[in-house]
Every structure is written in C-alpha cells, then in structure tokens.
C-alpha cells in the first residue's frame, strides 16, 4: 500500500499563494481603509452570493465523502474526491483573493467563514501529512503558514501544538509496542512511520521503522521479519540510534537468526 499522501495540485498551491499575496500587499498599501469603507458600502454581487452558495455545498459534500473514505477506502471514491478538494480550494482562493481582508480593517462575517473554511482545509492537509506519511515537519509547516493568513484560528494554534508534541517519540509511548505485533497494530500504536525514515535490509530479510526521539538525531527503531509467513515485530529498541559517533545503525539478527 502507498501511505504517501496526495501532494496539492499546482492549483491548490498557485491559489494559496496568490492569498498570501494578496495579503501581503495589503498589510502596507495606503489608502487600504477609505477601500474597504467604499467596497463594505456596495452591495455584494449576485456572482459572489453564487459562489460562496457554492463553496459552501462543496465543503459540506466534500466533508461526507471524506469520512466515507475513512470508514471504507474506494480507489475511485478517492479519485472523485480528489479532483473535488482541488477545485474547492482553486475557488476558495479565488473567492478570498477578490476580497482579501485589509489590516486594520475588522472581517465582515463572510471573511471570517471564508477563511476558517480555508483553514479548515489546511487542517484536513496537515493531518493527512502525519496519519499517511507521518511528516510531523510538513504538518507543522502547513499550520504556520495558515496562521500567517489565520492568526486568530484557534483550532489552527491547538493543531499546530498537538504536531509538536508529538513529533518526537516518547519512551511512554514506544514502550507499548511488543513482539510479534504486525505493521498495522504498530501504526496504530505509534503513528506511521516517516518514509524517508524507513529501511529494508534485503540480504537479512528485516525492515526496520525509524521514530525520531529528538532534534539531534536520536531515534527509536521498530524491526520486522517475517515468521510463519507474517510480518511481525521481533526487536523494539528506544536507544537505537544516536548521532555520534557517526555511523549507522546496526541491523540486529531476528530471532530465527540467533
């Protein structure tokens, strides 16, 4: 199986990044109050009330076809809703990109819902980058740069704290993992493992998940072979591997092999 999670398409990412423009250009543009006193005295156009119709009935579907997935994966109900979350978040930029919050100006209600929606998408994002892929670091990313843009979210700022907390494995938390435990039970128990962080020792028939301890480099190692035709945990090591010296991890023996 791919626990790779879906990268965002260049339009998801060219739509966020005109956002953050747009933001950015109005954090120092003179004149930013007089335009937003003169655009809030307009009345909103039959386009705009269409098409937050729109992004609305789109998020609500797109949020039941996601717990769908979870419950049961389809290949084609992922593709589906793929296609689907890409479209949503082009438009979703677009719709905040023609009326971009101002600095010192105070969000109209629309803003506001706009914007926790987008936030809500950076959210779905994020998890998907450590429950598929375990990327703490890419998760944490996401969540500051969606503060840039939503520094008020609170679910934003308990997202991010939670993605710290657990980017570092914990003695605690390593200890409940146990001989003879397969793949599954163990990404249950810890996480899935980051995959650049995962290694395959063909020669000796062992695969070993790496689990950073620290910022420094330390990491615990989970280590599976195969016994009676199963993938199984034969050896769960904390203190496997530290930055110095510099070498690599020794690959311990399974247990057939002692």
Known sequence: MDWSPRRPSRARRHGAALLCGALLLLMGAPGCGRRAAEK?????SSESQTEWAWLQRTKADLDARRARLAAQPDPGLQKETQ????ELNRRLAAFLNADPPVQGEPLSERQKAALRMKSDEE???ARTWIEQGGDFQR????YKEALVVDP?????????????????MTRETFAQVQKGMEPDEVRRLLGAPNLN??????????????????ASGDAAAVWFHKEDGRTVVYLADFDAVHP????PAPVPAPRSAA
């Open 40 to 44: 809030a005295a307009r009345p909103e």
């Open 83 to 86: 296609a689907l979350s890409d």
């Open 123 to 125: 959210i779905y994002l």
């Open 139 to 142: 998760a944490i990313d996401i």
């Open 152 to 168: 008020d979210n609170p679910r934003l700022k308990e997202e991010l704290a939670r993605a710290e907390a657990r980017r570092y």
């Open 197 to 214: 962080n995962v290694r395959s020792y063909p020669e000796r028939g062992v695969t070993g998940w790496f689990y950073p301890r620290n």
């Open 244 to 247: 110095q010296p510099a070498a």
